[in-house]
């Protein structure tokens, strides 16, 4: 089932998420739901409070980037309490965006390595180091766990210059051809 993606201006993307634990209720159907979700909207990433909840999950898919990352092919994880142990590797700017942010797409630095411990969706416990494109990926989906969006960490000149596009979002102003929530 598609699911709505909230879109910026909605309070359930500033809240700091929850863990959840292997009873919570119907999360084999919420995981696929978002992978659904995500697909259908052509995201790597969607965080489920992204769909409302304020939980701490989030899966990716990078089997869009296979073409030319062939190590991406059918590369999709789900992170349930996911935690960031620590930072490696350098500072690295590459441009994001954001299913609930359409329409914006800044350069953000951020390194390109983190060592994590998360739960599958099994509920099987995982500590890797993450690189490359999944790196950012990650680090990404994990700030909207934290009540965070991408564009927080770019520099306040940059979102200076796209006022009128962060403005329009928080009016109920989304433009894209996935269905949304938004705020108004
Ligand atoms: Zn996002």
Redesign the pocket.
């Known amino acids: 089932m598609i699911l709505p993606i909230y879109t910026l201006g909605q309070p359930v993307l500033r809240k700091v998420a929850e863990n959840i634990t292997p009873e919570y209720p119907n999360l084999k159907e919420l995981v696929e739901n978002m992978y659904e979700t995500m697909s259908k909207a052509d995201g790597v ?1 969607l ?1 489920a409070p ?1 769909v409302g909840l304020p939980i701490r999950l989030f899966v990716i898919d990078l089997d869009c980037l296979s073409d030319e990352l062939p190590e991406y092919k059918d590369f999709r994880k789900t992170f349930i309490n996911p935690e960031i142990i620590e930072f490696g590797g350098e500072e690295e700017s590459d441009e994001e965006g ?3 942010l359409p329409g914006i797409h800044e350069s953000v630095k951020r390194m390109n390595k983190v060592h994590m411990k998360y739960m599958d969706e099994n509920f099987t416990e995982h500590d890797e180091w993450i690189g490359g494109y999944e790196a950012r990926v990650v680090q ?1 989906e994990y700030d ?1 766990l934290d009540g965070k ?2 564009i927080d960490r770019i520099s306040t000149l940059r979102r200076q210059l796209i006022k009128g596009k962060i403005n329009a979002l928080l009016k109920g102003k989304a433009h894209c051809n996935y269905k949304v929530k938004t705020p108004r």
């Open positions: 990433g965080a992204q954001c299913l609930s990404h909207h969006v991408f």
